[in-house]
């Protein structure tokens, strides 16, 4: 059964940069495509980048492009999203999510495993 748990949220200023960390345990991140999404409170959850398994994908949503990046360590089974120039509307918890597909997934149902969440507050 696989594990994924997120860490690296916190509170940024406008502009400011966090980090965030999907360690996975249980699955080989390599044989998944990885996704960051995100749920604002009152608003649906959206998906804001993902990764494909076989290096040749990514996906990022027209909020974020140019602002975040995802990469992959498969050595240590970790997905990251690196979010710079943040913005108050990028206030979410955040949610890593993975599909055991080599495909870009764009399709939240077609997840297999979740985290738990990690917190991102963006304010002045």
């Known amino acids: 059964q696989g594990q994924l748990v997120e860490s690296g949220g916190g509170l940024a200023q406008p502009g400011g940069s966090l980090r965030l960390s999907c360690a996975a345990s249980?699955?080989?991140?390599?044989?998944?495509?990885i996704g960051w999404f995100r749920q604002a409170p009152g608003k649906e959850r959206e998906l804001v980048s993902c990764?494909?398994?076989?290096?040749?994908?990514?996906y990022y949503a027209d909020s974020v492009k140019g602002r975040f990046t995802i990469s992959r360590d498969n050595a240590k089974n970790t997905v990251y999203l690196q979010m710079n120039s943040l913005k108050p509307e990028d206030t979410a918890v955040y949610y890593c999510?993975?599909?055991?597909?080599?495909?870009?997934?764009?399709?939240?149902?077609?997840?297999?495993?979740w985290g738990q969440g990690t917190q991102v507050t963006v304010s002045s």
């Open positions: 990764i494909s398994s076989s290096y040749v994908g990514t």
């Open positions: 999510a993975a599909a055991r597909t080599m495909n870009v997934v764009t399709t939240r149902q077609r997840y297999d495993y």
């Open positions: 249980g699955i080989s991140v390599d044989y998944y495509a």
